[in-house]
């Protein structure tokens, strides 16, 4: 059990470009999250998947955020024209079919200049 | 609409004392859950303890515990034997039974000082 990852750990980017994240889940666990944390806060929830299927998104989630999960393993979450205001810790979290402990990712630092 | 919150947002504690740390909680949900994570700094979020809302008693995991307390909706985290590694933010969060979505509060940071 390798823990949940996310690539990469650190993005800098300039206003206006599109960034992508990857998370790889825990093998097994069927439940993928994405939440935002900015400094100092508690995670905001983003958007689920339960296998390849996006069960929620969060209103949070703007027109330039999306998220898939294509084969229901890995996900990447990708950021249109990025704003200075998307500057954030973004965290992926997976879970196990029958439970609701979520495990998580190391996290992806954003900084939009 | 669930909301999570933590009115302290730091506290710090000697080496070897007990220290509790307050959350509350406001759902209309009756099949709820709540967890209690750990943040250390620069380092990833880990579970400490989770109780389910409709068990009365309260979850314990080694020198961590809670008192629930349901008609105060309160969730407080109790560590006894404070160690220097209890050092974190520590997040107080919710989750709805019918929603794999996290609720999380703003957060403590705790200082174990020696």
């Known amino acids: 059990d390798t823990g949940v990852s996310q690539d990469p750990r650190h993005k800098i980017t300039k206003r206006g470009q599109n960034v992508t994240f990857r998370c790889d889940p825990i093998?097994?666990?069927?439940?993928l999250y994405w939440y935002r944390q900015t400094l100092g806060q508690g995670p905001e929830f983003l958007t689920y998947f339960q296998n390849e299927a996006q069960l929620e998104k969060s209103r949070l989630l703007s027109d330039r955020f999306s998220a898939e999960r294509p084969k229901g393993s890995f996900s990447t979450l990708e950021i249109q024209r990025t704003e200075q205001g998307d500057s954030a810790m973004y965290l992926c979290a997976s879970s196990h079919p029958g439970t609701d402990t979520q495990y998580f990712g190391p996290g992806t630092r954003l900084t939009v200049l | 609409a669930q909301t999570v919150t933590q009115s302290q947002p730091e506290m710090s504690v000697q080496e070897a004392e007990t220290v509790t740390l307050s959350c509350t909680y406001d759902t209309s949900e009756s099949n709820y859950y709540l967890f209690w994570y750990k943040q250390p700094p620069s380092r990833q979020m880990i579970l400490v303890i989770r109780q389910e809302a409709y068990k009365q008693q309260n979850a314990t995991e080694n020198r961590f515990s809670v008192n629930f307390q349901k008609a105060a909706k309160s969730f407080s985290l109790k560590i006894s034997d404070s160690q220097l590694g209890d050092t974190a933010m520590y997040f107080c969060a919710g989750r709805s039974g019918n929603t794999g979505k996290l609720i999380f509060g703003q957060g403590t940071t705790l200082q174990v000082k020696p």
């Open positions: 093998s097994e666990h069927n439940r």
